[in-house]
């Protein structure tokens, strides 16, 4: 059965990883996705180890089941190609700022001169309400405009630091997914398009204080900003005979659990400490400090069979190298071996989420540069003439075009 959003077209105007992410999720959904590149490609191609220009592993995690079609929108014959494409499409999403859009003449009200129905969206650094709406974004500069380096400093680092993945640009693109879905929904109701803007900053803002606001929520405030748990220094993977173990010793329970496991039980009762999740909260620093100095007595594979057993929730500290080969993703397939048509054989991710109807699944490899971009416009009814103008003036490129340079 084909994915849940089989038969929606959206044509992809983003670059770099926040837009490329959604719309590959949107096309592991069953969307069908027109990437479109200028001449020089998205810039995600060069980066990292790659077998042939313009393909690194960058781009490819985050362009599978779209269709690459170069388009130079500075150019007549470009932008004409694009309105013409967009009159059968049911989304646009753009990465760049409005400014940007309107300048190429592909604002909303332009796109949406040629189809009504179209939703709109752009996913971008700041709302376009406020000083800072013209400003350039990206996800070290959002990290440290939300306050995340300064939280992993407060949380025991040597000094403020970034987290060191695409935190701010995947989380905006997970708010994309959700605005396009929705987006889609309100249409088949009201038959409407509409125009979305999605902010980076905004976004992660609530995505950080959803945990931090803390006594600031009120007014008057009622303590200091700051979730105790998250900040405690010792917060971290605890060391063991051998290695490391991650453990979350948290509820009644699982205390209970672990000084009877350690043979302490008497503690619990007598210590005033661990009398409630409040309590324990306000001590958090040296609890966790005891659970350290217990485990660090036995071996990781000790612990992790002791902890399973009292069920306290546990899991191996893993690398990038060993959760490869982690039993449970081995068992639900989770990494596939698969055979691009020009890359050879690749490591490829499942849809995460399972569906008892609709699965989504990767529909296409990772596209080489304008690998469709005469097959897309032939389907558009561009005559052969025209094609052949675009060509000339290197408004459309396809890979045939680069190996003649």
């Known amino acids: 059965m084909p994915g849940p959003l089989a038969g929606a077209r959206v044509i992809d105007m983003t670059t770099v990883l926040m837009g490329p992410y959604a719309t590959q999720i949107l096309g592991d959904m069953g969307a069908e996705v027109l990437k479109i590149e200028g001449p020089d490609g998205d810039g995600t191609r060069n980066l990292g180890p790659m077998r042939s220009p313009g393909m690194g592993p960058l781009f490819i995690n985050a362009n599978r089941s779209k269709r690459s079609v170069v388009l130079d929108l500075k150019k007549q014959f470009g932008r004409t190609a694009l309105l013409r494409l967009a009159k059968t499409a ?3 999403l753009y990465n760049v700022r409005p ?54 400093a407060d949380a025991g680092a040597d000094m403020p630091r970034y987290v060191p993945c695409t935190m701010a640009d995947r989380i905006t693109a997970l708010s994309a997914v959700n605005a396009v879905a929705a987006a889609l929904y309100f249409r088949e109701r009201t038959g409407e398009g509409q125009s979305i803007g999605i902010p980076m900053f905004e976004t992660m803002l609530q995505f950080v204080l959803g945990d931090h606001l803390g006594g600031l929520t009120f007014d008057p405030p009622l303590g200091p900003p700051g979730y105790a748990r998250l900040l405690a220094k010792e917060r971290r993977p605890f060391k063991t005979k051998d290695g490391y173990i991650c453990t979350l010793i948290y509820n009644d329970k699982h205390w209970k659990n672990f000084f009877e496991l350690i043979g302490q039980s008497e503690l619990l009762e007598r210590d005033p400490r661990f009398a409630d999740l409040g309590s324990r909260a306000k001590h958090i620093s040296e609890l966790y400090r005891l659970v350290a100095d217990v485990l660090v007595t036995r071996s990781t594979s000790e612990w992790l069979i002791a902890l399973d057993k009292a069920d306290i929730p546990v899991m191996p500290l893993r690398d990038l190298k060993s959760v490869l080969d982690d039993p449970h993703l081995k068992a639900i397939g989770f990494f596939e071996m698969v055979n691009h048509p020009t890359e050879g054989r690749i490591r490829s991710m499942a849809v995460p989420s ?5 699965q ?25 003439q025209e094609i052949a103008t675009m060509l000339s003036e290197k408004s459309t490129m396809s890979p045939e075009c680069f190996r003649e340079e």
């Open 90 to 92: 049911d989304v646009l």
């Open 360 to 384: 989504p699944r990767a529909t296409r490899h990772a596209p080489r540069l304008g690998e469709h971009s005469l097959e897309v416009l032939r389907e558009m009814d561009f005559s052969e």
């Open 354 to 358: 399972t569906w008892s109807k609709s």
């Open 99 to 152: 400014q940007a859009m309107a300048r190429l003449k592909l604002s909303y009200g332009d796109l949406m001169a040629v189809n009504p129905r179209i939703i709109y969206v752009g996913a971008y650094g700041f709302g376009q309400n406020g000083p800072y709406a013209a400003r350039p974004a990206y996800d070290d500069l959002i990290q440290g405009a939300v306050g995340l380096p300064t939280l992993i």
